[in-house]
């Protein structure tokens, strides 16, 4: 675990100095655009390819509305027959730099990582037979389910379930993250159900295996299904009651609640961030059975990191959000975008500061993460005061790599069980007996 | 797609409306129920093309002459000495997504209601098409067991 966290920490790290860098050279000469691009896919298929399962820290794209204008221009210039009925392979290659834009990922519990197409964007552009080829469907399936966004909820209910004051039972870990999962990877397909035409329409999105028609509805619903009902049923039975509650209320939250209301109101924001707050509760109420205040304050540690995480992420994608019809704070209220994510990176020292009283962990742990929780403050304040795309940039990859760092201070300070009484040994039995039971 | 074909073809991403169109395979002892599935899926995909198509078409103009009356006010022109298209930044055309987002939102409100109802009902005949599929494909197993 410890392992994972720090592979992640350290390749997330080289990303901005990196992009950084490309971005000076990409903004003198427009030409270079394409090229970036080739860089960005590049350094995120290596990226891909070491251990850590963190969602890829996209970078975010640098073209402004005056590349895009630029684009537009060029495109409006060629002569285009389009014809829904035609099935001539048009090869599209003036406009396949449109099609290689990446935009940021956004808020963890809700948005998917993009997988790099490289290569695959030429043969886009030609009509395809919609027939399921059963060697391609484990990659579908991945991108439908969201694959990489899922183990990052897993690890928060790992997080969650590691800084429980009981003793460690792998079992019990193993049924609860494996059921955190599933539960996950039916939320995130539902998620892309509904989402069909609005996705098509963002370039963030429009690779995904419906909006490509890699799948039909009818499969994605089945899948989601054969995911969440045995997720849940897995967290209910075989874990504790509790857990699969809360699980089936975020399945719930995010597919009725937070998914409509993206296109209706900005109170989604809040939503999906108790959305993506809920899993390290679970992974606690799965070590000890019980909804104490340790589980709501972790929970609240990542409600808050949502705020920065999602809104500096935002920042940047308003133009496709206002024609896409999605109501963000960006779009609507940006000043209120800009507050409410300095005042959740404040928060966050605060409820480092609460931990130890609820004797979660010991007194260092303030101390030794009030550098990382400063220092995101502190660019928070810089997007709150400048409002512009470099610190909304700065922000959102601080955020990429503070809540791993955070969790892992956490981790590391964590109160000794055994400096615990022995009442502590009781809860930890809540797994136990829930497999008793089920036990003839 | 070869005529010979016997599933849908879906092609790239329409210019306007960036969704992509589907040519639908008519099998030729197409059933009613599977009739009505094609008929429902075809009339939800001309309905997504013309609202998608006309709303980014009013979103592109409506964009263009922000742009120009903003250039104007600043005394600027369209192009600048090297013959590129000038524009606005990312916090001038702010204001512009602000108020097109609060313009369009109660057409979309109504657009999301239509799709959802759409989507659940092309689901659940292509639920019912699967079922009748597999139930006579079962039949036709049993008969030929029998035979």
Redesign the interface.
């Known amino acids: 675990g410890l392992f994972v966290w720090r592979l992640r920490d350290a390749g997330v790290r080289q990303i901005p100095y990196r992009f950084v860098h490309l971005y000076h050279k990409a903004n003198d000469r427009l030409i270079t655009f394409q090229y970036f691009n080739f860089l960005k896919r590049m350094y995120v298929t290596q990226y891909n390819k070491d251990l850590s399962q963190q969602a890829k820290p996209k970078s975010d794209s640098i073209v402004s509305p005056y590349h895009e204008l630029q684009r537009l221009d060029q495109e409006k210039k060629v002569a285009h027959k389009i014809s829904s009925v035609s099935p001539i392979q048009q090869s599209w290659s003036e406009t396949s730099s449109r099609n290689e834009l990446r935009e940021m990922k956004s808020a963890a519990e809700t948005e998917d990582s993009v997988v790099p197409v490289g290569a695959e964007s030429k043969e886009d552009r030609q009509w395809k037979e919609m027939k399921l080829r059963l060697d391609d469907l484990p990659g579908i399936l991945a991108r439908l389910s969201k694959i990489k966004l899922t183990a990052l909820v897993v690890s928060t209910a790992s997080a969650g379930f590691a800084m429980a004051p009981v003793p460690f039972e792998l079992t019990c870990f193993l049924l609860a993250s494996l059921g955190t999962g599933l539960a996950s990877c039916a939320a995130n397909s539902i998620n892309q159900f509904f989402e069909v035409p609005f996705d098509s329409n963002m370039n963030r999105t429009k690779n995904r295996p419906l909006v490509r028609g890699q799948i039909s509805p009818l499969l994605a619903v089945c899948f989601a299904a054969s995911c969440g009902v045995p997720g849940i049923a897995l967290l209910t039975l075989g874990v504790n009651p509790l857990t699969g509650a809360l699980g089936a209320f975020n399945i719930f939250l995010y597919t009725c609640c937070y998914t409509p209301l993206k296109r209706m109101s900005i109170a989604n924001t809040w939503v999906g961030a108790v959305v993506g707050a809920i899993p390290p509760i679970m992974g606690w109420t799965a070590a000890t059975g019980s909804l104490d205040a340790g589980a709501l304050l972790l929970g609240g540690i990542l409600y808050s990191w949502q705020f920065p995480h999602f809104n500096a992420l935002s920042w940047g994608l308003r133009e496709d959000y206002s024609r896409g019809g999605y109501c963000m704070m960006s779009v609507t209220h940006p000043g209120l975008c800009r507050r409410v994510a300095l005042r959740h990176c404040l928060a966050l020292i605060g409820l480092s500061t609460v931990a130890p009283v609820l004797d979660i962990t010991t007194w260092t742990f303030p101390i030794i993460s009030l550098p990382i929780n400063l220092y995101i403050s502190y660019l928070g304040f810089r997007f709150y005061r400048d409002a512009d795309r470099s610190s909304s940039r700065k922000l959102f990859f601080c955020s990429l790599w503070h809540l791993p760092m955070l969790l892992l201070v956490m981790f590391t300070c964590k109160k000794s069980v055994l400096e615990k009484d022995d009442k502590s040994d009781l809860p930890g039995r809540s797994c136990e007996r829930a497999m008793e039971i089920r036990l003839p | 797609?070869p005529a010979h074909?016997h599933?849908?073809?879906?092609?790239?991403?329409?210019?306007?409306?960036?969704?992509?169109?589907?040519?639908f395979y008519v099998p030729p002892e197409e059933t009613a129920l599977e009739r009505r599935l094609r008929e429902a899926r075809q009339e939800a995909q001309a309905s997504?093309?013309r609202f998608?198509a006309r709303?980014?078409c009013t979103?592109?103009q409506e964009k263009e002459e922000f742009?120009y009356s903003r250039l104007k006010a600043k005394g600027l022109e369209m192009r600048d000495e090297s013959g590129?298209?000038a524009?606005?930044?990312?916090?001038e055309?702010?204001d512009?997504?602000?108020d097109?987002?609060?313009k369009?939102?109660k057409?979309?409100?109504q657009?999301?209601r239509d799709?959802?109802k759409r989507?659940f009902r092309?689901?659940f005949l292509?639920?019912q098409v699967?079922l009748v599929r597999a139930l006579r494909w079962l039949r036709q197993r049993k008969k030929n067991v029998e035979q």
């Open positions: 797609p074909s599933s849908d073809w879906i092609g790239p991403p329409d210019k306007h409306s960036n969704l992509r169109p589907i040519i997504n093309q998608w709303h980014n979103f592109r742009i590129q298209k524009t606005l930044n990312a916090e055309m702010a512009f997504y602000k097109f987002l609060s369009n939102l057409k979309h409100l657009y999301n799709w959802y989507n092309i689901t292509m639920g699967a």
